[in-house]
């Protein structure tokens, strides 16, 4: 069964650093990868979407790295902001079916 | 373009009641998958609808259902309900095919007291 795990739980990070949060799933015959961002009691939104034949995504100061060989992907984000306070997840979708696997995502807290 | 939309936002009940929940999906999509998502199970796949057939299903009790319209709007429903359904039950849709995108509603808060 597909597993997926989210490094670190929580992390707290001054305002305008870099950082990486971290992905990594079991079975590597993974469809796509996703990154969501959930704000306390709210659902879901889509980030970054990053297909199996690819490397990474873009979108604006954020950046997605997947290795699917090694079952690994990263979010980098530049130049953090109070606003980027959330909670990250990521989630894989298998070849052959259209659920998600979710990690526990990752809590971050940008200090003004 | 209007998003996922669930109702209600939130829900008291008592144990042993049922409850339906409803999710109208983002025009054009006809995939619409559901979750659960609690403190400590994280976020776990319910079931997925297509074309008013349920396409895939997670590891839930036979009190969890659902169904899917003509216009792609899903229910799920809970029946005999327990304390342990409390949860935030999120939707999502997608166009169709397995590598699209998917889209998050709001949530339902599900309480059970």
């Known amino acids: 069964k597909q597993e997926v795990t989210q490094i670190p739980a929580a992390l707290s990070v001054p305002e305008g650093e870099n950082l990486v949060l971290n992905c990594s799933f079991t079975?590597?015959?993974?469809?796509?990868l996703q990154w969501f961002r959930q704000d306390p009691g709210k659902g879901l939104t889509s980030l970054l979407l990053?297909?199996?034949?690819?490397r990474e995504q873009t979108s604006g100061r954020l950046n997605a790295s997947l290795d699917k060989s090694s079952g690994r992907s990263t979010l980098y984000i530049a130049a953090s902001q109070p606003g980027d306070s959330a909670t990250y997840l990521c989630?894989?979708?298998?070849?052959?079916?259209?659920?998600?696997?979710f990690g526990t995502g990752t809590r971050l807290t940008v200090i003004p | 373009k209007a998003g996922v939309t669930q109702t209600p936002r939130y829900l008291i009940k008592t144990r042993g009641q049922q409850v339906t929940l409803s999710c109208s999906p983002i025009?054009?999509?006809?995939?619409v998958s559901w979750y659960q998502q609690t403190p400590g199970q994280g976020l776990q796949f319910l079931f997925e609808?297509?074309?008013?057939?349920?396409?895939n299903k997670g590891n839930f009790p036979g009190r969890f259902s659902g169904r899917q319209f003509s216009n792609s709007r899903s229910e799920m429903n809970v029946s005999t309900l327990e304390l342990g359904d409390s949860a935030l039950y999120l939707c999502?849709?997608?166009?169709?095919?397995?590598?699209?995108?998917?889209?998050f509603g709001q949530g339902t808060r599900l309480t059970v007291v």
């Open positions: 999502a849709s997608s166009l169709a095919g397995t590598g699209t995108e998917a889209f």
């Open positions: 025009s054009g999509h006809r995939s």
């Open positions: 609808y297509f074309s008013e057939t349920q396409r």
């Open positions: 989630a894989v979708k298998e070849s052959g079916a259209n659920n998600l696997f």
């Open positions: 990053i297909q199996s034949s690819q």
């Open positions: 079975d590597s015959a993974i469809y796509n």
